[in-house]
């Protein structure tokens, strides 16, 4: 196993238990929020008063600048931030809104942080990605959605879907067209724009893991010019691509949420392996289930090795952030190996493990429902798109 220590002095090792302290006052334990699979109303409640309890800590804007509600704390507090709470499967903030709040603190002027960062900082104000649209997926560069110009505004057509969570959300960052065709990258700008706007209506996508997604319509959705983030027409490269724009000094990468719902997963599985028989052998003693385990347990170690690399090169003397090509790496390991650890987990465990109740269910049901979830890794593009971008601009392969 790997092992990386973050917490390698008396300082970092007391806000450590800080933070666990934190969580165990707060956070039931054995708790797990999924951001994406999670429609509770009630359970939507106590999440919203978790964040504003971590807003008030002022850990969600744990590195920002004091000017903008942040605390100036480093990158190394926030990774171990990040690893406790996603250890413990808190939900630290709503995930997008950390995105987007990246992009302002990068793109946004003086008056679009004081703005826009407050809400995202206290944990009050939830924002959604309006992203992809129902032809241009993947390939995002194909996207239709508008915005002229008309006077001191810009008014904003076209649709946007797979917006995740954006039914609890006020504001939705959205890509649009606002040059002439030209080409596919050139001419899209970004827009902030608040959802209780007039012209701006909201769909369910009910997902097949039990959560919600939207569709998200815009007609002739009136917003002031100040609504645009970053450079006209030039959103491609500042916001999906997440170039120029002032260097966030303290905002590094941090451990990967989707890893630590892979181990709490697999190492339930391993438990159930030990304490379950088939016959009178237990499954841990298999030869074949312990290669299937020990096959897993590789791969999330692979996985454990990209993001702490992406991390060092945050933190390096010198050092530029993680590139292109290690993130596309880290991404299409993500998209491959969590379906397939929940595949082999649900061949591990048998058909009753697609039981969600009754007596004869296996682990309630969780690996069932983790089974489906891994499907939903599109974010971001998927697989097959990142090896082609992988292929083309860092190997130099033809298409």
């Not at 196993?1 to 806000?15: G, H, I, P, S």
């Not at 061949?347 to 004869?360: D, H, N, R, S």
């Amino acid at each position: 196993m790997v092992d990386f220590r973050a917490d390698d002095t008396a300082e970092l090792r007391a806000w450590r238990r800080e933070v666990r302290g934190f969580l165990e006052e707060n956070w039931p334990k054995g708790k797990i929020f999924e951001f994406d699979y999670d429609e509770d109303e009630a359970g939507w409640g106590e999440y919203r008063q978790f964040w504003q309890k971590v807003g008030q800590k002022g850990w969600i804007a744990l590195t920002w600048s004091p000017e903008y509600y942040g605390l100036g704390r480093s990158a190394i507090e926030n990774w171990i931030l990040q690893e406790e709470f996603s250890y413990w499967g808190a939900p630290a903030h709503p995930v997008i809104g950390i995105y987007v709040a990246n992009a302002i603190l990068r793109l946004g002027t003086h008056e679009q942080r004081l703005k826009y960062l407050k809400g995202i900082a206290e944990g009050t104000e939830y924002w959604a990605e309006g992203y992809s649209e129902p032809s241009a997926g993947s390939d995002l560069a194909s996207l239709t959605t508008r915005a002229r110009r008309d006077g001191d505004y810009w008014v904003l057509n076209g649709q946007k879907t797979l917006g995740t969570a954006a039914q609890h959300c006020k504001w939705m960052n959205v890509l649009a067209r606002t040059g002439p065709d030209g080409g596919r990258q050139n001419g899209i700008s970004c827009f902030v724009v608040p959802l209780d706007a007039p012209g701006v209506q909201l769909l369910p996508i009910e997902n097949m893991a039990d959560g919600t997604q939207n569709q998200t319509f815009f007609d002739n959705v009136r917003l002031p010019a100040d609504s645009l983030l970053g450079d006209e027409g030039e959103a491609w490269k500042q916001v999906w691509f997440g170039m120029g724009g002032d260097k966030l000094d303290n905002t590094g990468p941090y451990p990967e949420p989707h890893f630590f719902r892979m181990v709490r997963t697999l190492n339930t599985v391993i438990r159930y392996c030990r304490e379950t028989k088939r016959g009178r052998t237990a499954l841990a003693d298999d030869p074949v289930i312990r290669q299937k385990l020990g096959e897993l347990i590789c791969g999330v170690e692979a996985f454990k090795l990209l993001f702490h690399e992406a991390y060092s090169d945050v933190i390096s003397p010198g050092g530029k952030g993680p590139s292109v090509m290690l993130t596309t790496m880290t991404s299409i390991h993500l998209k491959e190996f969590w379906p397939h650890l929940a595949q082999v987990c649900m061949e591990i465990v048998g058909p009753l493990a697609q039981l969600q109740g009754g007596k004869w269910a296996q682990l309630q049901g969780h690996i069932e429902k983790f089974f489906r979830a891994s499907f939903g890794n599109h974010a971001g593009g998927t697989s097959q798109l990142k090896r082609m971008v992988l292929a083309t601009r860092w190997l130099g392969l033809p298409r």
